[in-house]
């Protein structure tokens, strides 16, 4: 039998799509102001989040993550991590009590005369909702890039790396040479894996990779406890095995390809944004990078009504510019924009606010 599809009205001033730190910290903003919104998520607030390995820690620190002037406190004052911020995340709803319509994921979205309309999938059914204005929140962490080559779906290949004990004794091999690349080899290596990784270039940039991991894989690979191919890419992936062939000038030697025996295959080669909702809304997209077109004064797109906050403002990032910490203004923008008035309430408590240019962000 089919589900009777259901379209019930809702109305609101504001829809905030995405229910990530910033889709949360806005939507706090918000209700402080009295303004009436809707939320929507596809998912659960701070899903990508939920992707990391156990016990994975933020690079950034504690103060810079913060949302909703609401400061994160632990027992240890160091860098917290996946699952203490998820915790923290919920702790921030609960406390404010925001209403958010998880697992109900926005499928359309139209601009009318003078408002949006918003079709939703909900675990049953549809819904329509129509509101004044939009807000995009929706990350750059979709789904990962994918390879495209032969076996990368069978099931001993992983793009999402979540826990070293799941490499205990075995060889894996891990494609890729940024930060969650390098982050996984060292740790599946110290959780006792045989471990191979595979990169396209031919060493790892400083500015990849973060300067307390960079010097301890080096360090690895130069004491052969870390085996390492350099300008390599994989071109098939079998049962039991990963064909690689070496790079040169970024193209594939097909005929100098060898076999590299594995028993795992993890690819951290980052991930993309989901950019559909952007362009069913008229929403012009930039570059190789899919950059949506925005006022970087109001954060308002080419549509009028419409804006995008967090890091789905800088489309499919090649080079990361924008993470939690620097697009909390971006909330300050967009309630300036809606309201006339920028919240008291941004980040951390007032006493440990403070900038930090992005060089200094990437460094850390």
Same mark, same amino acid.
């Given at each position: 039998?089919? !589900?009777?599809?259901?379209? !019930?009205?809702?109305?609101?001033? /504001?829809?905030?799509?995405?229910?990530?730190?910033?889709?949360?910290? *806005?939507?706090?903003?918000?209700?402080?102001?009295?303004?009436?919104?809707?939320?929507?998520? @596809?998912?659960? #607030?701070?899903?990508?989040?939920?992707?990391?390995?156990?016990?994975?820690?933020?690079?950034?620190?504690?103060?810079?993550?913060?949302?909703?002037?609401?400061?994160?406190?632990?027992?240890?004052?160091?860098?917290?991590?996946?699952?203490?911020?998820?915790?923290?995340?919920?702790? /921030?709803?609960?406390?404010?009590?925001?209403? #958010?319509?998880?697992?109900?994921?926005?499928?359309?979205?139209?601009?009318? @005369?003078?408002?949006?309309?918003?079709?939703?999938?909900?675990?049953?059914?549809?819904?329509?909702?129509?509101?004044?204005?939009?807000?995009?929140?929706?990350?750059?962490?979709?789904? !990962?890039?994918? *390879?495209? #080559?032969?076996?990368?779906?069978?099931?001993? /290949?992983?793009?999402?790396?979540?826990?070293?004990?799941?490499?205990?004794?075995?060889?894996?091999?891990? /494609?890729?040479?940024?930060?969650?690349?390098?982050?996984?080899? *060292?740790?599946?290596?110290?959780?006792?894996?045989?471990?191979?990784?595979?990169?396209?270039?031919?060493?790892?940039?400083?500015?990849?990779?973060?300067?307390?991991?960079?010097?301890?894989?080096?360090?690895?690979?130069?004491?052969?406890?870390?085996?390492?191919?350099?300008?390599?890419?994989?071109?098939?992936?079998?049962?039991?095995?990963?064909?690689?062939?070496?790079?040169?000038?970024?193209?594939?030697? *097909?005929?100098?390809?060898?076999?590299? !025996?594995?028993?795992?295959?993890? #690819?951290?080669?980052?991930?993309?944004?989901?950019?559909?909702?952007?362009?069913?809304?008229?929403?012009?997209?930039?570059g190789s990078e899919q950059v949506p077109e925005h006022h970087p004064e109001t954060m308002e797109t080419n549509v009028p009504g419409l804006y995008v906050a967090g890091t789905a403002a800088a489309g499919n990032q090649s080079r990361y510019r924008l993470f939690i910490e620097n697009c909390h203004h971006h909330v300050g923008k967009i309630m300036v924009a809606l309201t006339g008035k920028w919240p008291a309430q941004l980040g951390t408590i007032a006493a440990r606010r403070y900038d930090v240019p992005l060089a200094d962000i990437q460094t850390n």
């Amino acid at each position: 039998m089919t !589900p009777r599809r259901e379209h !019930p009205q809702s109305t609101a001033e /504001v829809a905030i799509v995405g229910a990530g730190p910033i889709g949360l910290e *806005l939507a706090a903003s918000l209700k402080r102001a009295g303004v009436n919104y809707l939320h929507f998520d @596809a998912k659960q #607030i701070g899903y990508t989040i939920s992707w990391w390995p156990r016990n994975t820690h933020f690079f950034s620190t504690s103060e810079r993550i913060a949302i909703a002037g609401i400061p994160i406190q632990n027992s240890h004052q160091q860098r917290t991590t996946g699952e203490a911020y998820l915790a923290y995340l919920r702790a /921030v709803v609960e406390q404010l009590d925001l209403q #958010i319509k998880t697992y109900e994921p926005v499928i359309h979205i139209a601009r009318q @005369a003078d408002s949006f309309t918003l079709r939703t999938r909900p675990l049953i059914g549809e819904k329509e909702y129509t509101c004044q204005k939009v807000v995009l929140a929706t990350g750059d962490m979709a789904e !990962p890039n994918s *390879l495209g #080559i032969p076996g990368e779906d069978l099931p001993h /290949v992983s793009h999402y790396f979540t826990d070293p004990h799941v490499y205990f004794r075995k060889r894996v091999l891990i /494609v890729g040479g940024r930060n969650s690349a390098v982050e996984a080899a *060292l740790r599946c290596w110290r959780s006792g894996s045989s471990v191979d990784i595979s990169y396209r270039r031919a060493a790892f940039y400083p500015q990849s990779v973060k300067a307390s991991i960079l010097p301890d894989v080096e360090t690895q690979i130069r004491k052969g406890n870390i085996g390492f191919y350099p300008e390599s890419l994989p071109v098939e992936i079998t049962p039991d095995h990963v064909v690689l062939a070496p790079l040169r000038n970024d193209r594939p030697l *097909l005929n100098q390809a060898f076999l590299h !025996p594995t028993d795992f295959v993890l #690819i951290c080669t980052g991930f993309n944004a989901d950019l559909s909702l952007f362009k069913l809304a008229g929403v012009r997209l930039h570059g190789s990078e899919q950059v949506p077109e925005h006022h970087p004064e109001t954060m308002e797109t080419n549509v009028p009504g419409l804006y995008v906050a967090g890091t789905a403002a800088a489309g499919n990032q090649s080079r990361y510019r924008l993470f939690i910490e620097n697009c909390h203004h971006h909330v300050g923008k967009i309630m300036v924009a809606l309201t006339g008035k920028w919240p008291a309430q941004l980040g951390t408590i007032a006493a440990r606010r403070y900038d930090v240019p992005l060089a200094d962000i990437q460094t850390n």
